[in-house]
């Protein structure tokens, strides 16, 4: 079962509609229990960082997801709440990654929305994906390149597209809306220690 951490962020529905055309069920949660034993966890999200993170605190998944040892892919805001602090509302965030969340500068259209290609990516959840293929992004903050990048883009200057740390993966990109690509990217990240 792939659990799908409900905390009040939008598009979780159109992440578990793309699970299901993979030939996968799902949940939308945020029991601790049911998490927990899921054999991969998604935290997807498009919102606000404070008020995310808020939801979280209420319900202490903020200490319990930093725990989680099966399978985590965080997606766009999901991603941005696993590093450790975002400058949207000042937000302290959940620490799994050591990255800082930034707005990008506003020396072009912020956000960024829409389609763009990678820099470079690596490792298991870039199997059968070339740096040409585009991926459907919308953000106005960015993660730095550091440690934990395994994807690259630009858009106003070089940030990563997806991170991973352990069990943990991310993407500032949408799979979900990144057509075959992001299917390919979503079943990938499915079929980890299958």
């Not at 985590?72 to 941005?80: N, S």
């Amino acid at each position: 079962m792939i659990a799908i951490v409900k905390y009040n962020a939008g598009n979780v529905r159109s992440v578990q509609n793309a699970i299901t055309r993979l030939g996968y069920e799902s949940i939308i949660t945020d029991n601790p229990e049911l998490l927990q034993a899921a054999d991969k966890v998604i935290f997807p999200g498009v919102g606000e960082a404070s008020t995310a993170m808020r939801y979280l605190k209420e319900r202490k998944l903020d200490l319990f997801i930093p725990q989680l040892k099966n399978p985590v892919l965080g997606i766009c805001l999901g991603m941005q709440l696993l590093c450790t602090h975002s400058e949207e509302g000042d937000t302290t965030c959940l620490g799994v990654f050591n990255n800082r969340i930034k707005r990008f500068p506003a020396t072009d259209i912020v956000p960024q929305m829409g389609w763009n290609n990678f820099t470079s990516i690596k490792g298991d959840l870039f199997k059968d994906v070339t740096i040409e293929e585009d991926v459907y992004f919308v953000h106005s903050f960015y993660a730095d390149i550091n440690e934990n990048t395994i994807a690259q883009s630009e858009y106003i200057l070089n940030f990563s597209a997806a991170l991973q740390k352990d069990n943990f993966y991310a993407t500032q990109f949408h799979p979900e809306k990144s057509a075959s690509v992001g299917n390919t990217i979503l079943k990938n990240f499915l079929e980890l220690c299958e």
